[in-house]
T-cell receptor
Framework: DTEVTQTPKHLVMGMTNKKSLKCEQH?????MYWYKQKAKKPPELMFV???????INESVPSRFSPECPNSSLLNLHLHALQPEDSALYLC?????????????FGQGTRLTVV | GDSVTQMEGPVTLSEEAFLTINCTYT??????LFWYVQYPGEGLQLLLK?????DKGSNKGFEATYRKETTSFHLEKGSVQVSDSAVYFC?????????FGQGTTLQVKP
């Protein structure tokens, strides 16, 4: 099983709403990632969790709040977003470490903020 | 800092043509190198990888060789199909992060 599952696939939310994106993997990976991708651009790293602890935060605004409740799950809590936050949000997982490490991506959640 | 540079697209080819997408990187040491593919409306799929100098990654007819002397990892395929139309990203893995190139859009016409 090399699958990373993200839900929901599509989400439309207002600027005052609170919503959450979910990500799950069962590959035994202990590193999990959130990326944001705008149209025709490469993914931009937002957060990295390593052994369920936040290890990298790429200066992401506090309206995005990540959570890693266990080694298989990763959430991204959204609150008071702006229209410019509309994007494809990708979750990924990998083994921890730089050598021979490959990241597996989910299909993404396409978020529209209205 | 670490970075990846890809040739600009879009690249438009006829079916069965030969494909090369150039990728060069800047990094100290020997980072692992990857090619990912993104089909319209989907997430990223790992296409191939190489973890050390002179390694050749291959998958689905695509190949790329890790060239330390030229800091390159060019993607090649001998005969493209319409179904290969997608965006291709070159990437390196360093200090817990995947660093992507800008992506190259490939369009294959029948």
């Amino acid at each position: 099983d090399t699958e990373v599952t993200q839900t929901p696939k599509h989400l439309v939310m207002g600027m005052t709403n609170k919503k959450s994106l979910k990500c799950e993997q069962h590959m035994g990976h202990r590193a999990m990632y959130w990326y944001k991708q705008k149209a025709k651009k490469p993914p931009e790293l937002m957060f990295v969790y390593s052994y369920e602890k936040l290890s990298i935060n790429e200066s992401v605004p506090s309206r995005f709040s990540p959570e890693c409740p266990n080694s298989s799950l990763l959430n991204l809590h959204l609150h008071a977003l702006q229209p410019e936050d509309s994007a494809l949000y990708l979750c990924a997982s990998s083994q921890v470490g730089d050598r021979n490490t490959e990241a597996f991506f989910g299909q993404g959640t396409r978020l529209t903020v209205v | 800092g670490d970075s990846v540079t890809q040739m600009e697209g879009p690249v438009t080819l006829s079916e069965e043509a030969f494909l090369t997408i150039n990728c060069t990187y800047t990094a100290t040491g020997y980072p692992s190198l990857f090619w990912y593919v993104q089909y319209p409306g989907e997430g990223l799929q790992l296409l191939l990888k190489a973890t050390k100098a002179d390694d050749k990654g291959s998958n689905k007819g695509f190949e790329a060789t890790y060239r330390k002397e030229t800091t390159s990892f060019h993607l090649e395929k001998g005969s493209v199909q319409v179904s290969d139309s997608a965006v291709y990203f070159c990437a390196l893995f360093r200090r817990g992060k995947l660093i992507f190139g800008q992506g190259t859009t490939l369009q294959v016409k029948p």
